[in-house]
């Protein structure tokens, strides 16, 4: 399995193990979504949040990338396929109430959000940079 | 401000600034909530995910201290307010829909999760251990 590659490196799509046990774990919303959240490998960063369904859940622990469900599109998508951001998953995490994820991945490319930047969580209040830590008022 | 303190040292809350753009930045679902993920400014770890609206957001920038909004017992809860396990909040960070906070925190205490875990995603597919990476199938 290839983690922390330097820039430039081709990562694998490395499949999850998983149990029957492990998905009955797992409770979807009103809608048969459940959250997952998106961090890097390599350093911990947050890069994203997104929904995903069952169908895209285990197509996600089978490929070995990041599958998700567009609300808006009502459709599944797989993060990277046309921007060639993409993501391999490297574990695949749930708390304690089994309704939200966690996905650990290798982040190819550029970075995990549309606008270019590396994370989608690129704002803070106080109108801190990409990188700052809260200064106080 | 008080960052990286050692187990016993007594955090300081601190409010976070901000303004009414980025409040008006930040759009909430159906039922008037936003996602809150919840990540440890020491190492980067995830500790947990949790739902705020409007007044809670508000309340965990005024106040340092992270407030979320609970849908089953349909009320505020400070956390950490019972069990001790205190979030002081070092920076509040929301993602390019606005539709997800991310919120940096020292945790005071055991951790953040009521099953006594540091992280309430202590659990991964795979069977893996509390900090493994996956090994693959």
């Known amino acids: ?59 996600t622990l089978k490929s070995g990338r990041t599958w998700f469900w567009s609300r808006s599109r009502q459709e599944y998508w797989c993060k990277g396929e046309t921007s060639g951001d993409r993501q391999y998953v490297r574990s695949v995490r749930y708390d304690c109430d089994g309704d939200c994820l966690l996905v650990i991945v290798d982040q190819e490319g550029a970075g995990a959000c549309h606008t270019g930047s590396r994370t989608c969580f690129y704002r803070a209040f106080g109108g801190e940079s990409e990188s700052a830590e809260s200064t106080g008022p």
Chains 1, 2 share one sequence.
């Not at 430039?8 to 979807?28: K, R």
């Not at 919303?29 to 959250?35: A, E, Y």
Request: net charge negative; hydrophobic share 45%; aromatic share 8%.
């Open 1 to 59: 399995m290839t983690t922390s590659a330097p820039s430039g490196t081709e990562f694998a799509a490395t499949p999850i193990p998983y149990s029957a046990e492990e998905l009955a774990a797992i409770t979807y919303n009103s809608d048969g979504l459940v959250g997952a959240i998106v961090q890097d490998v390599t350093d911990g960063a947050v890069l994203m949040f997104a929904w995903m369904n069952a169908e895209s859940l285990t197509k």
